[in-house]
């Protein structure tokens, strides 16, 4: 699905977040340490190589809703933009922490001047956040977002089950009146 907003594009996709060739910048959902993990963490250091863990080391640690930058050495795209998002139920409040994780990695995104940005759903796995909601949340905030973008062009948010994608188009359509 896709919706056009203060011409920003954004769109939902089923597929995998290391796999991003034509975005600049792909978001990590890290944990505070920015080490190494399971889930999209995981994944995202498997395929970058050794060399992003020693870059994030004297970056860390990190707080809920922060972000910061990193090259993507063996990725496909140059940029990786780690961020830290609430564990549901422990931090609060959850959805300003969630909606910090997108504004401020679309504001990162946009200050170094890439045009395209794409993320996973933020917080839905180990850290516990219900799709729906964090759907709704992420959503929302980029859409929020849009005016204040200069250079980013595309935001895509990469899914990986069709349950995940399914909530972020419902969640896109809803909120941009598709």
Request: glycine share 10%; hydrophobic share 40%.
């Amino acid at each position: 699905m896709q919706a056009t907003r203060h011409g920003v594009t954004i769109e939902t996709v089923q597929g995998d977040i290391t796999r991003q060739p034509d975005c600049e910048a792909i978001v990590n959902a890290a944990n505070a340490e920015l080490r190494t993990g399971g889930g999209v963490a995981g994944a995202i250091h498997r395929v970058a190589g050794p060399e992003l863990e020693h870059e994030c080391r004297p970056l860390a640690p990190i707080q809920p809703g922060e972000a910061v930058m990193t090259a993507g050495h063996r990725l496909p795209n140059a940029h990786v933009i780690h961020c830290l998002g609430p564990v549901y139920g422990l931090d609060k409040p959850e959805a300003k922490l969630l909606g910090d994780c997108y504004r401020n990695a679309l504001r990162l995104a946009d200050e170094r001047g890439l045009a395209s940005v794409a993320f996973p759903a933020l917080s839905t796995g180990a850290f516990g956040y219900p799709m729906e909601e964090a759907a709704h949340v992420a959503l929302q905030t980029v859409l929020e977002t849009t005016p204040e973008l200069h250079n980013v062009q595309l935001v895509r948010f990469v899914l990986f089950g069709e349950r995940d994608l399914q909530a972020h188009d419902n969640a896109l359509s809803a909120l941009s009146g598709l």
